[in-house]
């Protein structure tokens, strides 16, 4: 089964420190890989993807993420992080078996304190 | 653009009432997805529709059921609410070409079944 994992329930950083938000992933086949964030009472909203190519992948806000195959991680990062990233951010697959559903990890809670 | 628009906004219903959530979206999406958010469990599927008048079950079906008769809407339905239908649910819609693969997401229906 495709599964997504994000091992932590929240992260904690200091602003201007480097922040990384943890995802692990099982898949068939080739990953498409998402990172969402989720501010207080909206919606979801697209950060970035990894489809195929470059192993770093920059995304929106200042934000990247590394695919790594060989441990099945797609690990969030920022090399310096604002008190204004602080939300709930989801990693999500694709299922890569045709029937175009996405699935979600449990999200992580990032709080960069001032 | 509005989007994905999701309404109502919040809701509290009686165990056994019926409602509808309504999502309509405006960028001529192909694919559109329910998805119901609770504490600790991340996003999890209810159901999804990859085109007009074609609708599939996603992780969590069971007391909800979906139609797409015109190609910017897709309504859930709950037939008879139980508490366990507490949740925040979600719209999201992606179009279909893999180019530009991401989810939109509508700003969340906040219901209550008491």
């Known amino acids: 089964a495709q599964s997504v994992a994000q091992p932590e329930d929240q992260v904690n950083v200091a602003e201007g420190n480097p922040l990384t938000v943890k995802c692990t992933y099982s898949?068939?086949?080739?990953?498409?890989l998402f990172w969402y964030v989720q501010y207080p009472n909206r919606g979801l909203q697209f950060l970035l993807k990894?489809?195929?190519?470059?192993?770093l992948v920059k995304g929106s806000y200042g934000f990247e993420a590394e695919f790594n195959k060989s441990q099945t991680s797609f690990h969030l990062k920022k090399p310096s992080a604002l008190v204004s990233d602080s939300a709930l951010y989801f990693c999500?697959?694709?299922?890569?078996?045709?029937?175009?559903?996405?699935?979600f990890g449990t999200g992580t809670r990032l709080k960069v304190l001032a | 653009n509005a989007g994905v628009t999701q309404t109502p906004k919040f809701r509290v219903l009686k165990t056994g009432q019926s409602m509808t959530l309504l999502c309509a979206q405006d960028?001529?999406?192909?694919?559109m997805y329910w998805y119901r958010q609770d504490p600790g469990m991340g996003l999890r599927l209810i159901h999804y529709?990859?085109?007009?008048?074609?609708?599939a079950k996603g992780e969590v079906p069971d007391g909800y059921n979906v139609s797409r008769l015109k190609k910017q809407n897709f309504l859930l339905g709950l037939e008879s609410a139980a508490p366990s239908q507490t949740s925040v649910y979600f719209c999201?819609?992606?179009?279909?070409?893999?180019?530009?693969?991401?989810?939109?997401f509508g700003s969340g229906t906040q219901l209550s079944v008491l």
């Open positions: 999201a819609s992606r179009t279909g070409e893999s180019t530009n693969e991401k989810l939109f």
């Open positions: 898949v068939s086949g080739n990953p498409y």
């Open positions: 990894y489809i195929t190519g470059d192993n």
């Open positions: 999500a697959v694709r299922d890569m078996t045709g029937t175009y559903k996405y699935i």
């Open positions: 960028m001529n999406h192909e694919y």
């Open positions: 529709s990859v085109g007009e008048g074609t609708t």
